[in-house]
């Protein structure tokens, strides 16, 4: 039998090793990050029942969502984090402290069309605060705070964070008695960026059937940031016509207020009345993240306020407001745009200690030393030429090279070579140690993406 062609399904990225390294530091970047504003770690299974996963059912989630069966039973791949989530907590409802704060990183799957920066299993690392009842508005306005400290973490420094409120569109919609279009008017909307004002008001009228001038007035009002206009100045005009409209301006206003003191400076903060997000799932905040000078990648973390996260699973009100971030498809875009730092250390150890003897015993013992003071040490201890030897470090990057031959040993003492500068000396193993462990500490802390 002929040996089988190796090959990876179209979908699925695979990372060669330096790349790799780059993106398990960035799920640490985020792990740090989430941490740092209390949320607690969790995992669920990547496998659920089919029925568990799906039972919100329909649509083209059903279509993508992988499903097999195991004997009698059916099965499914999570397609995203939060089904998993609303499950977990409606599960677990009674052992959980809420409001209940979580975040997670995992892998996820959905069977669509695989294409240029969109996978079929990837990495999503998401956020989600659960109210039981009720959840405070603050919640809504520290999130930006926690995308803003998570990019920056990543080494991102031009990226702005679009907010608005779906209470404000319901009750605009409301107050102009366009309810019952709603949906269709956000979907045309949705479009005003590619196509420009003129054009999406053209849509409006022909498509939806509004009045020229309604259509006018409308995209007018959700464009006014263009213009110079506050949203909240612009939609004051609209005040005490709909109640809904006048708490989702309320809302608006108070996750605005709060950024500064947050720690989301004005460079990075807009409001922003076109961004809807989910038509039937978010009911309050929505986020979405931009990255201004690459419009084309889309938002890069996204989310919003719900107000019932397990209402297929449980009776109990359960409101929460979370973000997404794409991981994979993140890393993707920042390759392919040149923001990773590639002079960032990914090679597996930090230390590359050459025996030049039969006895291994000291390079052993150094070994040991250098790891006990948290250098990450190898020994290579394959009978190759020395060429050899010092090509398998500069191949994986490895900075500092170790002699261990007659003289050294005869003397006490070790041979260190900076790889970078080409610069050696021989010093006794306790001064090897210290110096070694200065000179790699500093890159422990680089993020994997330059600024």
């Not at 004002?197 to 309604?214: F, K, N, P």
Request: net charge negative; aromatic share 8%; glycine share 10%.
């Amino acid at each position: 039998m002929g040996k089988m062609k190796p090959r990876t399904l179209s979908g699925f990225l695979e990372l060669l090793p330096d790349r790799q390294v780059q993106f398990d530091k960035m799920i640490d970047a985020l792990r740090a990050s989430f941490s740092l504003y209390g949320f607690t770690p969790l995992d669920t299974p990547i496998i659920e029942a089919a029925e568990v996963l799906l039972a919100k059912g329909g649509g083209e989630t059903e279509k993508q969502v992988y499903q097999f069966t195991k004997g009698d039973t059916d099965l499914a791949l999570r397609f995203d984090l939060t089904v998993p989530l609303a499950k977990y907590v409606a599960l677990h409802y009674g052992a959980l402290t809420f409001p209940f704060r979580r975040f997670q990183i995992g892998k996820v799957y959905r069977g669509e069309r695989a294409q240029r920066g969109r996978f079929r299993e990837f990495y999503q690392a998401d956020i989600d605060i659960i109210g039981d009842g009720s959840l405070a508005v603050i919640n809504e306005a520290e999130i930006p705070g926690v995308i803003y400290h998570s990019l920056t973490a990543l080494g991102l420094s031009r990226f702005v964070i679009r907010i608005n409120n779906r209470k404000v569109l319901n009750g605009l919609f409301a107050a102009l008695g366009l309810t019952e279009r709603a949906g269709d008017i956000l979907r045309t909307v949705d479009k005003l960026e590619k196509i420009g004002q003129e054009h999406t008001a053209a849509l409006l009228v022909r498509d939806i059937g509004m009045e020229q001038s309604q259509a006018d007035r409308l995209l007018d009002l959700l464009t006014c940031t263009q213009r110079g206009v506050s949203p909240i100045a612009a939609l004051s005009a609209y005040s005490g016509k709909n109640a809904l409209l006048d708490e989702g301006i309320e809302e608006l206003f108070t996750v605005a207020k709060h950024m500064e003191d947050f720690g989301v400076p004005d460079t990075h903060f807009a409001m922003d009345l076109t961004i809807a997000r989910g038509l039937d799932y978010y009911t309050g905040t929505v986020y979405e993240t931009i990255i201004p000078d690459h419009p084309e990648i889309g938002s890069i973390c996204s989310g919003g306020r719900y107000d019932n996260l397990a209402e297929y699973y449980t009776d109990k009100p359960l409101p929460g407001v979370g973000i997404s971030i794409g991981l994979t498809r993140l890393f993707y875009v920042l390759e392919e745009q040149g923001y990773l730092n590639d002079n960032l250390l990914t090679a597996p150890a930090d230390v590359l200690i050459l025996p030049m003897t039969d006895d291994l015993a000291p390079a052993i013992s150094f070994a040991t030393a250098l790891r006990g003071a948290g250098v990450r040490a190898q020994i290579y201890g394959e009978q190759k030429k020395f060429k050899a030897k010092m090509g398998y470090a500069d191949r994986l990057g490895i900075p500092y090279v170790v002699f261990l031959g007659e003289d050294e040993l005869a003397a006490g003492k070790v041979t260190v070579k900076n790889m970078v500068s080409g610069d050696q000396e021989t010093v006794a193993p306790e001064a090897a140690i210290k110096g070694l462990a200065a000179g790699v500490a500093h890159q422990k802390t680089l993020p994997p993406v330059r600024q």
